[in-house]
């Protein structure tokens, strides 16, 4: 138990963001980077990503990102051609600055046919995006491309991951997880109800030419993750198997060569008797984390589960993690992140009428989690709409991040962070948009962290005509200083 339970809203936050947040007005920052403190406050300003076109002009959405110190990388989709590309940028400086033209990562005709839904890894100077593609002429499959120069070019012929699977198959869901030079990618085809995997062992320069689906053909899955330490990969994903949707998973300890025999379920009530979606993970060192939507209990809630052996082997009994006596009828999204022996987990739920951001963690790898949960959006609970939160986290930082909505048009993308492991502070959140409140719309936010160094990515329509066709957008970025 935290050690004062008497105001749940600022338990969480941490005094120095307080610092952080005026650092930014003023141009100051907080330093002390020896006891673990936020090193300097966020950029100034925030600054645009796509530089290769007019600000406003072109539809762009689904921003993918990821860091290493202070390099990030974000792709995202982009019709400012045809049906649309993806779409890449890097900045060397924590997303001050960015490359004055950026890149294209499909290498098919340009505009020729939509892309959706990029991901993105990065591991040294190699970045990898997959994303799904609608280039054959029936389908959709799953491409991928790398760069070797830390984001400064691409390879010049992307390449099919989702091989020997049908031409005419709908392959989507991709989702990746990068360790030293292997590269691992599990996806779904739609219409089989198929999860499968891939992987390359070269930095992505080579792929296996036949995919392993890794749930009974008897199943459909859908929704799949991954998380990977070294040569341990786990899986998990939804499964029909039984009925109503349950959390099924599976581990190699190989790098994909073998697998369990059997798949192991996650959540621990009867089998087919509850729907239990969107399965997200996590990893460190042995351990491995799992956190899903369930609607056991009449309403919806975030379960979660853990394996203490790389995924062989799962609780028997899984944790219920909101203690509200209402119980949420929804909870529109949620994230998971460990380090060490802390394991943090954000989501938004509607018990109090309209979506809030609550938080929770455990300190002793999973074993049991501090009660009750903490709500970190501010104002009169329930009064606005907090959703698409985010969650990265590493020893001693946690940082969290959502859109605050006011109307279907307007929104904000909010941030907060403790230097405690999540323990305690006093200080409100920050808004990380630099246009005037609630005056534009701010979304579809993407977060990385390193260290003390944490940076985000967003849909943002400030630049866009007042009587758009379609819905022109830009992606903006910022970060800490």
Same mark, same amino acid.
């Given at each position: 138990?935290?050690?004062?339970?008497?105001?749940?809203?600022?338990?969480?936050?941490?005094?120095?963001?307080?610092?952080?947040?005026?650092?930014?007005?003023?141009?100051?920052?907080?330093?002390?980077?020896?006891?673990?403190?936020?090193?300097?406050?966020?950029?100034?300003?925030?600054?645009?990503?796509?530089?290769?076109?007019?600000?406003?002009?072109?539809?762009?959405?689904?921003?993918?990102?990821?860091?290493?110190?202070?390099?990030?990388?974000?792709?995202?989709?982009?019709?400012?051609?045809?049906?649309?590309?993806?779409?890449?940028?890097?900045?060397?400086?924590?997303?001050?600055?960015?490359?004055?033209?950026?890149?294209?990562?499909?290498?098919?005709?340009?505009?020729?046919?939509?892309?959706?839904?990029?991901?993105?890894?990065?591991?040294?100077?190699?970045?990898?995006?997959?994303?799904?593609?609608?280039?054959?002429?029936?389908?959709?499959?799953?491409?991928?491309?790398?760069?070797?120069?830390?984001?400064?070019?691409?390879?010049?012929?992307?390449?099919?991951?989702?091989?020997?699977?049908?031409?005419?198959?709908?392959?989507?869901?991709?989702?990746?997880?990068?360790?030293?030079?292997?590269?691992?990618?599990?996806?779904?085809?739609?219409?089989?109800?198929?999860?499968?995997?891939?992987?390359?062992?070269?930095?992505?320069?080579?792929?296996?030419?036949?995919?392993?689906?890794?749930?009974?053909?008897?199943?459909?899955?859908?929704?799949?993750?991954?998380?990977?330490?070294?040569?341990?990969?786990?899986?998990?994903?939804?499964?029909?198997?039984?009925?109503?949707?349950?959390?099924?998973?599976?581990?190699?300890?190989?790098?994909?060569?073998?697998?369990?025999?059997?798949?192991?379920?996650?959540?621990?009530?009867?089998?087919?008797?509850?729907?239990?979606?969107?399965?997200?993970?996590?990893?460190?060192?042995?351990?491995?984390?799992?956190?899903?939507?369930?609607?056991?209990?009449?309403?919806?809630?975030?379960?979660?589960?853990?394996?203490?052996?790389?995924?062989?082997?799962?609780?028997?009994?899984?944790?219920?993690?909101?203690?509200?006596?209402?119980?949420?009828?929804?909870?529109?999204?949620?994230?998971?992140?460990?380090?060490?022996?802390? =394991?943090?987990?954000?989501?938004?739920?509607?018990?109090?009428?309209?979506?809030?951001?609550?938080?929770?963690?455990?300190?002793?790898?999973?074993?049991?989690?501090?009660?009750?949960?903490?709500?970190?959006?501010?104002?009169?609970?329930?009064?606005?709409?907090?959703?698409?939160?985010?969650?990265?986290?590493?020893?001693?930082?946690?940082?969290?991040?959502?859109?605050?909505?006011?109307?279907?048009?307007?929104?904000?993308?909010?941030?907060?962070?403790?230097?405690?492991?999540?323990?305690?502070?006093?200080?409100?959140?920050?808004?990380?948009?630099?246009?005037?409140?609630?005056?534009?719309?701010?979304?579809?936010?993407?977060?990385?962290?390193?260290?003390?160094?944490?940076?985000?990515?967003? =849909?943002?329509?400030?630049?866009?005509?007042?009587?758009?066709?379609?819905?022109?957008?830009?992606?903006?970025?910022?970060?800490?200083?």
């Amino acid at each position: 138990m935290l050690p004062d339970m008497s105001n749940l809203t600022h338990r969480w936050r941490s005094l120095i963001a307080l610092c952080a947040l005026l650092g930014a007005l003023l141009g100051g920052g907080c330093g002390g980077s020896s006891s673990g403190e936020f090193e300097g406050s966020l950029d100034p300003l925030d600054t645009r990503v796509n530089t290769s076109t007019p600000a406003g002009a072109y539809v762009l959405r689904e921003p993918a990102i990821c860091c290493r110190g202070r390099r990030v990388h974000v792709a995202w989709v982009d019709e400012r051609v045809g049906q649309g590309d993806i779409r890449f940028n890097t900045s060397t400086n924590g997303t001050q600055t960015w490359l004055a033209g950026d890149l294209r990562v499909n290498t098919d005709i340009e505009g020729a046919a939509p892309r959706r839904a990029p991901v993105v890894c990065c591991e040294g100077t190699n970045v990898y995006v997959a994303w799904t593609d609608f280039r054959l002429p029936v389908g959709t499959q799953i491409y991928f491309n790398r760069s070797t120069d830390s984001g400064r070019s691409f390879a010049p012929l992307d390449q099919r991951v989702s091989t020997n699977v049908g031409q005419d198959s709908f392959n989507t869901n991709v989702q990746i997880c990068c360790e030293s030079t292997s590269v691992y990618a599990v996806w779904t085809r739609e219409e089989t109800g198929a999860v499968y995997f891939n992987r390359s062992l070269n930095s992505g320069g080579t792929w296996l030419p036949t995919p392993r689906r890794l749930n009974p053909v008897t199943s459909n899955g859908s929704r799949p993750a991954i998380c990977c330490e070294g040569e341990s990969v786990t899986v998990a994903w939804e499964d029909d198997r039984s009925g109503a949707l349950d959390i099924y998973a599976t581990s190699t300890q190989d790098g994909g060569a073998t697998w369990l025999a059997q798949n192991q379920r996650l959540d621990a009530n009867p089998a087919g008797s509850a729907r239990s979606t969107q399965p997200l993970l996590c990893c460190e060192g042995t351990r491995v984390y799992c956190a899903w939507r369930d609607r056991r209990d009449l309403g919806e809630t975030v379960y979660t589960n853990f394996s203490s052996n790389h995924g062989v082997n799962w609780q028997r009994s899984d944790l219920r993690m909101d203690t509200s006596a209402v119980l949420p009828t929804e909870v529109e999204s949620h994230s998971i992140q460990c380090a060490k022996q802390y =394991v943090h987990l954000v989501w938004t739920d509607n018990r109090n009428g309209e979506l809030d951001v609550f938080y929770r963690r455990s300190i002793n790898s999973g074993i049991a989690w501090e009660a009750p949960e903490v709500r970190i959006d501010e104002g009169v609970p329930g009064a606005t709409q907090s959703a698409q939160v985010s969650l990265c986290a590493n020893v001693p930082h946690v940082y969290v991040t959502w859109t605050e909505a006011s109307g279907p048009d307007t929104s904000d993308w909010w941030f907060t962070f403790s230097t405690t492991n999540g323990s305690s502070g006093a200080a409100a959140p920050q808004r990380v948009n630099d246009t005037p409140a609630m005056s534009t719309t701010a979304t579809e936010g993407a977060l990385c962290c390193d260290g003390s160094d944490v940076f985000g990515a967003w =849909v943002d329509t400030r630049n866009a005509p007042a009587a758009p066709v379609g819905r022109p957008a830009d992606i903006y970025s910022r970060g800490s200083q």
